[in-house]
Nanobody, 120 residues
């Protein structure tokens, strides 16, 4: 059983910073990619940032230069450092990962989501 457990959301003023954390636990053989999505109220879920095999990072245009995605040494935890936050960054942030559990095929897993609210 694989789980993605997120933490680090909360309320912050515009211009402030937050760091989200997502830890993958369970019988994990490998993780191919880890991503952060977000979904604002009444909006579609969108990709915010991703880190893929080889350490390549991808960012949405709206967060480039403000957000940084990274992993720990074992690469089973992904972080999203968010600086210069804006009210439009308010959303539920979801962790997503492509995980091979034991000898099973790779599949996508999702975290439960963590609320980030940026006040103006």
């Amino acid at each position: 059983q694989v789980q993605l457990v997120e933490s680090g959301g909360g309320l912050v003023q515009a211009g402030g910073s937050l760091r989200l954390c997502c830890a993958a636990t369970g019988s994990i053989s490998s993780i191919n990619a880890m991503r952060w999505f977000r979904q604002g109220l009444g909006k579609q879920r969108e990709l915010v940032a991703a880190i893929v095999s080889g350490g390549r990072t991808i960012y949405a245009d709206s967060v480039k230069g403000r957000f940084t995605i990274s992993t720990n040494n074992t690469k089973n935890t992904v972080y999203l450092q968010k600086n210069s936050l804006k009210p439009e960054d308010t959303a539920v942030y979801y962790c997503n990962a492509d995980v091979r559990a034991l000898s099973l095929p790779v599949r996508a897993y999702w975290g439960q989501g963590t609320q980030v609210t940026v006040s103006s």
